[in-house]
């Protein structure tokens, strides 16, 4: 669903090398200002700015890697806890995640679909694409209803929860709307609201600026 994603840092330099280096991911653009880093059938921007932000993302991987994939993280990074445990599996989902931290504080979080085989060995084709973005807002009915609007689907009927995560989406990939100061699991602090982007494979393209509104979007 997600063809690329905008997200801001006030950290480029180690964010760039964090991607390059630790995850072994490909830059394929990059410049004084801003860095795009390929994560399978998605394209992540990190643009500079002197504001800090962070953000939730996932990305979608194998389900029969998930041991490796944990094993190959770990030996790079600290994962996060949750009630002293580095790892969950949702039923509901059929997938195994972990979570961990980049340099600005964005929570990663890794999903391995039990219905997604990749044989051979790890490598950066185990990164699908991102499977969720999650965006903070004060406004979760607003943001719900434009998104719906332009063809998003809310997973469970079609009125948005406003104190709730709310999912928008399809299949393994969802827009996942959240208030500020919400506490996800696995993470250390609670959301805050930062401006990003989206464009979804359909060529459907929001703007969501630092209030947390949609400014702009387009087919």
Do not use: C
């Amino acid at each position: 669903m997600f063809k690329s994603v905008l997200f801001y840092t006030n950290k480029l330099k180690p964010m760039k090398r964090f991607y390059a280096n630790v995850l072994e991911l490909d830059i394929t653009d990059s410049g004084s200002e801003y860095f795009t880093v390929n994560v399978g059938e998605t394209d992540i921007t990190f643009q500079h700015s002197e504001t800090p932000s962070f953000y939730h993302f996932a990305i979608n991987t194998p389900g029969n890697q998930f041991i490796i994939m944990k094993e190959w993280i770990e030996s790079k990074l600290t994962l996060n806890l949750s009630g002293g445990v580095d790892k969950i599996y949702y039923q509901s989902l059929g997938a195994d995640s972990i979570y961990f931290e980049d340099p600005a504080g964005n929570l990663i979080e890794l999903i391995a679909r039990r219905n997604r085989d990749l044989f051979g060995p790890l490598t950066k084709e185990a990164f699908f694409d991102v499977s969720e973005v999650a965006v903070t807002t004060p406004y979760l009915s607003q943001v719900g209803e434009e998104l719906q609007d332009i063809g998003v689907p809310l997973r469970h009927g079609t009125e948005v929860e406003p104190d709730e995560a709310n999912y928008l989406g399809r299949g393994d990939s969802f827009v996942v709307l959240v208030p500020p100061a919400w506490k996800w699991e696995f993470a250390k602090r609670k959301t805050e609201t930062h401006p990003l982007e989206i464009t979804f494979q359909d060529g459907q393209h929001v703007t969501l600026n630092a209030e947390g509104v949609i400014v702009s979007y387009k087919d």
